[in-house]
Structures are given as C-alpha cells and as structure tokens.
C-alpha cells in the first residue's frame, strides 16, 4: 500500500492542490460579486432617490418612497438583481440620511 501511495505522491499532491486552490477561486469569486452587486445596489439607490426628490418635491414623503421603490426595483432588475424589502429600505433611508445631515450642515 505504501509503494503504490510513493509511486503516485505527485498525483495526489497535485490532486490536493487543485482541490484547495479551486475552492479559494470560488469564494473570492463569490465574495468578488457580492461586493459588486452590493456597489451596483448602492450606485442605484442613490442615483433613483436623488432623481426623485428633484422631480417630484411637491409629493409628500410617502409618495416619494412608493415612487423610489418602484423605480429601484425595475432597475435592479434589469441588471438582472435583486433586492430585499429591508435591504432596500436601509439603502434608502441611509440617502434619506444624508439629505438631512447636508440640509442641516447648511443651516437650513
């Protein structure tokens, strides 16, 4: 048993090797798209809640959420994502967020 294991040690290493390295590939892959996807979220966001609240400052709050919603979802979903209601609210609301912080650092 030892003889054969001696006569084949390169195999299996090699083997081994390709084993480990194929499963690191996969998760900085992974990882790598998650970060992308997260960004590509992110991007979307910002760019749909800063249209709406050019466009539509005489609706009320509410409105303005619905109106973001709808819009952000059918992007994403052109890109082929997706997004959950909580992901989607706390991305919006961290926007929301900052059009207070920088209307307050203004003094309005």
């Not at 299996?12 to 390295?21: E, K």
């Not at 952000?72 to 209601?85: C, F, N, V």
């Amino acid at each position: 048993m030892w003889e054969l294991i001696q006569s084949n040690l390169l195999e299996i290493i090699i083997t081994l090797l390709t084993g480990v390295v194929t499963y690191i590939v996969t998760r900085v892959k992974i990882k790598y798209e998650e970060y992308v996807n997260s960004e590509t979220k992110q991007k979307v966001v910002k760019t749909v809640v800063n249209a709406v609240e050019q466009l539509y400052a005489d609706l009320d709050g509410t409105e303005k959420l619905a109106k973001s919603k709808d819009n952000i979802i059918a992007l994403l979903q052109e890109k082929g994502l997706s997004i959950t209601d909580l992901e989607l609210d706390m991305m919006i609301e961290e926007v929301v967020n900052g059009f207070n912080h920088g209307q307050k650092a203004k003094g309005e």
